[in-house]
């Protein structure tokens, strides 16, 4: 099976312009983004995608794959989209990896790659099984409830399955849930048909582009993984990553 890992990264972020570019440690964020994803066994091959001259030049300067996309795409699936028709290939799967996650583990990579040779997959992503409660209602984080085939069938920022007669402190004695974290894996044929689609109406309402995807009768399988994401939002959220290191 052959997987391209791509990696969106636009400019214009409303919480924290040109994130992509921010210094790490002395690398920058997407340098660190393409370096763990390049890690990943299960990818063929990794690429940037961008909207911006200066992430562009900046990629080619480390020796990284880049090619220029749309300022307009709504989402990084849209620009994933653009993307793979940039860079040709017979791939079989795309995977959509975030730019904004500059610890990513090469094997949440891997995890997700290892669901797609399953029968009649259209996409894929990752969740973590939620252990604190805290983490459960925090609607920052996205929950997912999942089939006896282990496909999504709801995304929610609000903690669901709702645990009639328990108090909510003992909600995670009485049900395993878990937390979306936010890779996609998708066969290219449907990325061309999802990028179609007009939003939908659980979109909207809960803004959430996956539930337009299951809203129109698509499937998607899941990977649990045991490493926690760390997104960076905001210059805040950088601070609290580099007080770590």
């Known amino acids: ?35 763990q994803a390049r890690q990943a066994g299960s990818l063929h ?8 001259e200066a992430i562009f030049n900046h990629v080619q300067s480390f020796g990284g794959q ?10 990084g699936t849209d620009r994933c989209f653009e993307a793979s028709q940039g860079v040709g290939g017979d791939y079989d799967f795309l995977i959509n990896i975030q730019g904004d996650e500059p610890f990513i583990q090469p094997e949440q ?29 925090d609607p920052n984080k996205v929950r997912v409830i999942l089939n006896v085939f282990h496909e999504a069938i709801y995304f929610s920022r609000n903690p669901i399955p709702y645990v009639r007669g328990a108090e909510r402190e003992a909600w995670l004695q009485k049900h395993t849930f878990y937390q979306h974290v936010g890779m996609y894996a998708y066969r290219p044929d449907i990325l061309a048909e999802i990028t179609r689609l007009p939003v939908s109406s659980l ?12 809203e129109n009768g698509y499937r998607i399988k899941t990977a649990v993984t045991a490493h926690e994401s760390m997104g960076i939002d905001t210059p805040e959220d950088l601070q609290k990553v580099l007080g770590r290191l």
């Open 66 to 75: 880049v090619v220029m996309t749309s300022p307009d795409h709504p989402s």
């Open 45 to 52: 091959g990794v690429v940037v995608a961008t909207d911006h």
């Open 203 to 214: 979109e909207k309402a809960e803004s959430l582009e996956q539930l337009r995807w299951i």
């Open 109 to 137: 990579i891997d995890t997700l790659a290892s669901v797609l040779s399953s029968p009649g997959v259209q996409l894929a992503t990752l969740v973590r099984k939620i252990e604190d409660a805290e983490d459960l209602f």
């Open 1 to 35: 099976m052959k997987i391209l890992g791509i990696i969106p990264a636009r400019y214009a972020s409303t919480r924290f312009p040109a994130k992509a570019l921010a210094d790490i440690a002395g690398k920058s964020m997407v340098q660190r983004v393409y370096e």
